[in-house]
């Protein structure tokens, strides 16, 4: 029998695992010192602690630990790499290359950027949610300081080509910045092997603690400095002012630990689970799926259920399953996601699409579960609609006003 609810939205954010819980433990309680306290043996521990997590998290993503700040999250590192850049670069241009599908944290530090004067180009995406590289490129002009382009999308999963964006910023002499929130911990990250400058990421994602996250920023080839965007003691290389979350900082190293260790195992069973899933229920009549097959993360699946309300299948689901429509951050208003709208999709399906996120704690069982209760719940959705019905009988359905997929 499986326990209810079952957990389906990892991508929203993941549990602590138990073997980072008890890793963080003692630093609430015996070693609670603080890490910039350089004079007793609390301080020290703490700044142990803190900089043995640093070497954990570097070693995760293929850095330097000197390259890696620690922020609150990766909102705030978003924040950072991107005021901080324009800050930094300002003599030598204001011009930003971003995406139209990245992350709120992203888009509205962008708008924030143009009210200061900063001038945002914002790409398309091809209806894979695929940037064009040779509109990437052929949007970079003298004044361009940054490109600001996610590792892989929260809703859908689509891994963007981050080597080949890199080659491209570096020819150029533009700094690269990822948000690779999603995909940190969960795929292959390599600074050195992907060429980014800047890279945002986050310990709840990834089976550690919220409100802990880190921004790795290069130390050579080239030298990238950022303004700091908070002012005060000077933690963190001037980078970041404020006491460090020793005991958070301690929980995203073993989680980033972790997931380095188990990585290649985890990818596959998440991935079976996930593929199981995503072809059940694409086995029930018009559903479409968004996004690339190709290159995308392991456990996400993003499906369209047609002739079905999105709100009502929601609804149908949400006591045993949770999932999540559009984006947790914006899934409290009936807005369709702007994800899937980037992608092609129109209002009616993006409204009636979910986001499966399959993760480390996802069963066997569960996966069965969600099969047959979603293609249930979708069932009787569609017996009480007359679109439904329409469709059905054959209707001449180019009349409703539906969007091709
Ligand atoms: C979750 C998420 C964020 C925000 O991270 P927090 O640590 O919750 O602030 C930013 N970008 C992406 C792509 C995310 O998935």
């Known amino acids: 029998m499986v326990k209810l609810p079952i957990y389906l939205d990892n991508n929203a954010t993941t549990p602590v695992d138990p073997r980072v819980l008890e890793a963080m433990m003692p630093y609430f309680t015996e070693h609670f010192g603080n890490a910039a306290s350089r004079h007793h043996p609390f301080g020290w521990e703490a700044e142990e602690g803190v900089e043995y997590a640093r070497t954990q998290v570097a070693k995760l993503i293929g850095a330097d630990p000197k390259e890696i700040i620690f922020t609150s999250g990766a909102t705030e590192a978003d924040n950072l790499a991107i005021k901080g850049v324009f800050e930094m670069y300002a003599s030598k241009g204001n011009h930003i290359i971003t995406v139209n599908t990245e992350h709120k944290a992203v888009l509205d530090t962008c708008k924030h950027i143009e009210k200061l004067g900063g001038e945002v180009t914002y790409l398309t995406v091809n209806h894979e949610g695929l940037i064009d590289l040779r509109e990437l490129e052929a949007a970079i002009k003298p004044e361009t300081i940054l490109i600001a382009i996610m590792y892989a999308n929260n809703e859908v999963g689509v891994l963007q080509p981050v080597k080949e964006i890199s080659a491209i910023a570096h020819r150029h002499g533009v700094l690269f910045f990822t948000d690779a929130t999603q995909a940190a911990g969960r795929v292959p990250v390599d600074v050195t092997k992907d060429g980014m400058d800047i890279m945002a990421f986050s310990a709840h994602k990834m089976y550690g603690p919220k409100g802990v996250g880190a921004l790795y920023v290069r130390r050579k080839n080239p030298r990238v400095k950022i303004t700091a965007q908070m002012d005060g003691g000077g933690h963190e290389r001037g980078m970041r002012s404020g ?110 699409s979910l986001r499966f996120g399959v993760g480390r704690f996802t069963t066997g069982e569960e996966i069965d579960y969600a099969i047959e209760h979603i293609r249930e719940t979708v069932a009787k959705l569609r017996e009480a609609s007359p679109v439904w019905e329409m469709f059905k009988e054959g209707a001449e359905m180019n009349s409703v006003e539906w969007a091709h997929h």
Request: with cysteine; proline share 3%.
């Open 243 to 352: 006491t460090l979350n020793v005991p958070g900082i301690v929980g995203m190293g073993q989680a980033c630990e972790i997931c380095r260790l188990d990585m290649t195992e985890e990818l596959k069973r998440v991935k079976a689970l996930r593929d199981k899933l995503e072809n059940g229920l694409l086995e029930i009549e018009e559903t479409y799926f968004n996004g690339y097959k190709e290159e995308r993360l392991p456990g996400v699946s993003n499906i369209a259920f047609r002739y079905v309300e999105g709100d009502a299948l929601m609804m149908g689901i949400t006591k045993s399953i949770a999932v999540s429509s559009g984006s947790a951050c914006t899934s409290a208003s009936i807005e369709p996601s702007y994800v899937l709208k980037a992608l092609g999709l129109g209002d009616d399906l993006a409204h009636s």
